[in-house]
């Protein structure tokens, strides 16, 4: 097929907003193509030439095809910029000038839907030295030989911008009406929901039929769309629409992240990551990949959690921004590893061994799951209560609050809970309170701890271990470990201040879990601003008074640049202000 007759459609498609036409349009191109060319014209269709989770770039800069229309055209390249700053779209550039130049001149070889995708696919292969001039060479070849509509699409190809308007559900759409029939159009959006490649069902539709897609099944290294939530205010109301009784897990904040295990594929390759976009996050948390091996005891599956930061010392979640810093870093992750550490949190199981899970209720996929998973230090099942009352429910959100969770995440008990791939629906509701208690007053704590320093801070303390004081057993009680909020000149003061405090082991008066690198007596005062006050195993600030086997701490604690020194140690905040500030905040959620 020609690559003319395939544009030749997209410009009828992009004059028309109409669904319904688009759909008939698309059916008409698809029902003229063989099975190959069908699979490349339906990814052209979306802009690429591979499913949406390949991560694959034609590896050329606007400036590049802007040269190669030059190339092609000898239009002055100061016009040409002209045209893409007025237009912002290299496609009418193209569109454009190539009118202008070719109404004399006769086209020359026609380009086919099968020559462009292997020319396409010979631009991405390419990288390294000389693979640049490969490149124009190429586009500048291809915009020759193109008409103006071909050039515009082309363009738009080389881009990822279609600007035509069409949703994947339109071309499922367009491939039911030529190859399935409406009573299956079910069928195929399911097939496209369990692979997220549209190429793959349209390519089964084509050369083995609708039974044949029927038969498909959730495949290891084929990311699943993810299943989503409704959202409710109350939590009466989510029981209600829960049938009186559901699972309630914790809601954490972090990278959701399907994981994908192939025990028996080459080194290397027995992990696959990737997240809600289908973005391959594989190479980017290399350090989980043993971990996530060691947890899951079938030879391959499909689990799906999230991915959240978390402070290995005291084991505490981090905002959701600390893993952002981590996102797509091509350089020194090694540095942001040790940096950013975090672990999966998992809630799914799609795949396990050879069962897929995706149609068993909730409360048997659950059930696999802690079968097939034995938690680790970086590996974790999320927490979930089963409960039918409210009150019950109620407290639990607190405790996921606490915890520096973003909420809870109900799912249905119900025969129906199955894992509906690329939907929402009532199955999972998210119940979140947008508002975040935060710690208005600033707290007095005192400097009983340091970490040593590291890079920047190698002359001085990575970070100071405060306390709050109990005046009933004259007692300091550790609160956290306090980093940020330091400039330079407070950095370098630090060590020559707490010198008078040093001493060569913890102070008796001083109750800690953590290890210090350096003691202090309790002495130096420093004025604190956090952002909310949780529960932490990791502290000693009212142990056991809330909650067994937890302390008090301070999340995001920021230096607020006051050195108190107008307050000795014993009048530094008590252990009891900060019960009463927690229990203030609870009160405001
Ligand atoms: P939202 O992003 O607010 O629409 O909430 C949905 C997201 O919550 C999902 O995509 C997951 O990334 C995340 N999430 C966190 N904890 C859970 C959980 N226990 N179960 C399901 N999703 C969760």
Redesign the pocket.
């Known amino acids: 097929m020609l690559f003319e007759e395939v544009v030749r459609a997209y410009e009828k498609i992009e004059s028309t907003a109409s669904r319904l036409e688009m759909r008939d349009m698309l059916a008409d191109l698809f029902s003229g193509a063989s099975c190959d060319e069908l699979k490349t014209i339906v990814y052209l269709t979306t802009g690429r030439l591979c499913p949406e989770f390949v991560d694959m770039e034609f590896g050329v800069a606007d400036k590049q095809i802007l040269k190669a229309i030059y190339e092609a055209t000898r239009v002055d390249m100061g016009h040409l910029e002209a045209l893409y700053r007025k237009t912002g779209d290299l496609g009418a550039v193209a569109a454009m000038v190539l009118m202008e130049k070719k109404q004399s001149s006769l086209f020359t070889e026609s380009l086919t839907v099968e020559g462009l995708r292997a020319a396409l696919e010979e631009l991405s292969k390419k990288s390294g030295k000389g693979s640049q001039q490969y490149k124009s060479r190429t586009l500048a070849g291809l915009f020759h030989s193109a008409s103006p509509v071909e050039a515009k699409y082309l363009a738009r190809i080389l881009v990822g911008k279609m600007r035509i308007g069409v949703a994947v559900m339109t071309i499922l759409d367009a491939l039911t009406v030529v190859f399935a029939g409406d009573e299956n159009r079910q069928a195929v959006e399911r097939a496209y929901n369990i692979t997220s490649d549209i190429g793959l069902v349209a390519e089964i539709l084509c050369t083995k039929g609708v039974e044949a897609l029927k038969d498909l099944r959730v495949q290891v290294g084929h990311p699943l769309k993810?299943m989503?939530?409704e959202r409710l205010g109350d939590i009466g109301d989510i029981m209600q629409k829960m049938g009186g009784r559901a699972a309630f897990?914790?809601?954490?904040d972090g990278l959701?992240m399907q994981v994908h295990i192939d025990k028996g594929a080459p080194e290397g390759g027995k992990i696959k990551m990737f997240s809600?976009q289908l973005e391959d996050l594989t190479p980017q948390f290399p350090e989980l990949h043993h971990w996530i091996l060691n947890a899951f005891e079938e030879e391959k599956g499909i689990i799906e959690g999230?991915c959240v930061p978390v402070d290995i010392t005291t084991g505490e979640f981090l905002p959701f921004q600390v893993i952002s810093r981590r996102r797509g870093r091509k350089y020194g992750l090694d540095g942001a590893i040790e940096e950013f550490p975090v672990k999966l949190v998992l809630?799914d199981v799609l795949l396990s061994g050879d069962k897929e899970m995706i149609d068993l209720p909730f409360p048997e996929r659950r059930k696999e799951l802690e079968r097939v998973i034995g938690p680790n230090e970086r590996v974790d099942l999320?927490t979930i209560l089963i409960t039918d009352n409210t009150d019950e429910a109620q407290s639990f959100f607190m405790e996921a609050l606490a915890s520096g969770c973003?909420g809870l995440?109900t799912k249905s008990l119900a025969d129906d809970s199955v894992y509906r791939a690329g939907n929402r629906g009532w199955i999972?509701i998210?119940y979140?309170k947008e508002y975040r208690s935060e710690m208005v007053d600033t707290v007095d704590l005192v400097v009983v701890g340091a970490f040593a320093g590291k890079g920047r801070r190698a002359d001085t303390y990575g970070a100071l271990l405060m306390a709050s004081y109990n005046p009933e057993e004259n007692r300091y009680e550790t609160v956290c470990k306090l980093g940020s909020g330091f400039d330079d000149s407070h950095l370098s003061l630090l060590p020559e201040m707490l010198k008078p405090y040093l001493q060569k082991a913890k102070d008796r008066r001083v109750e800690s879990i953590m290890e210090a690198d350096y003691w202090f007596s309790p002495g130096l005062v420093l004025e604190i601003i956090g952002a909310e006050i949780t529960h932490s195993p990791a502290h000693t600030c009212a142990r056991d008074v809330l909650k067994e086997g937890a302390g008090l701490s301070i999340r995001f604690p920021r230096f607020t640049g006051r050195f108190r020194d107008d307050k000795g140690p014993e009048d530094a905040t008590t252990s009891q202000e900060i019960v009463q500030i927690y229990r203030a905040q609870l009160k405001k959620t």
């Open positions: 993810a989503l939530a897990e914790y809601k954490y959701r809600r999230e809630f999320s973003e995440m999972w998210k979140k």
